[in-house]
């Protein structure tokens, strides 16, 4: 969010310097900083990493609706490398640079995992929003799929029907459609009558 977005009665302005109101999408932040979140200037205006703004349509992102609020697409975004001591290296820097402030109000937690011994790919969205005053709400999501089920032992199985049924459904259409050709309206007549006397039956 950005700051000076609340207003502090005259009397409070005595023992604090600002304060942080409510989350608002209308004020988030959406500029590029520095290291520590110094604004840029016109002698150095490429973000560090880490404090560089991406919009939605850049992250091809949707807005999120999560428990205290409804948060755009757009953010600071980190890509984490799947070495663990480059990864730890560049959390300690985003801890020394203050990239979780008291003007953050959300961070998305997102990774995809694979496991090859149940062929199933597990896909997490973990949210933890900070409440103004202090405090944290964490809400986290996994979601498991088979992409390919066609890996394993019963992958070959599994092609095989699914090409019998196949076969069986263009078969049948091929019929049908020959049928509809050659009788005509007859043929919707005949279809017709057989629905009235399925639903007959099973009424009766």
Excluded at 154 to 163: K, S
Aim: aromatic residues 18%; proline residues 4%; hydrophobic residues 35%.
């Amino acid at each position: 969010m950005t700051k000076g977005n609340c207003d502090l009665p005259e009397w409070l302005g005595i023992y604090f310097q600002n304060c942080s109101g409510s989350y608002s999408i209308i004020e988030e932040e959406n500029r590029n900083f520095k290291y520590g979140w110094v604004p840029l200037n016109f002698n150095d205006n490429k973000p560090d990493p880490g404090f560089a703004y991406n919009n939605s349509i850049e992250l091809m992102t949707q807005p999120k609706q999560e428990f205290l609020g409804y948060y755009g697409g757009g953010g600071y975004v980190i890509d984490f490398e799947r070495d663990a001591e480059t990864t730890k290296e560049f959390i300690d820097y985003l801890i020394k640079n203050n990239w979780v402030d008291e003007q953050t109000r959300a961070i998305f937690i997102e990774f995809l995992i694979y496991n090859p011994n149940t062929n199933l790919f597990t896909y997490s969205t973990s949210v933890v929003e900070f409440f103004s005053g202090g405090g944290t709400l964490t809400t986290p999501r996994f979601y498991s799929m088979k992409l390919n089920p066609y890996n394993g032992s019963n992958g070959l199985i599994i092609g095989i029907m699914q090409g019998i049924t196949c076969i069986f459904v263009l078969y049948f259409i091929l019929t049908e459609g020959r049928d509809a050709l050659s009788q005509g309206v007859h043929y919707f007549k005949v279809i017709f009558i057989n629905i009235i006397t399925l639903n007959y039956q099973l009424n009766n």
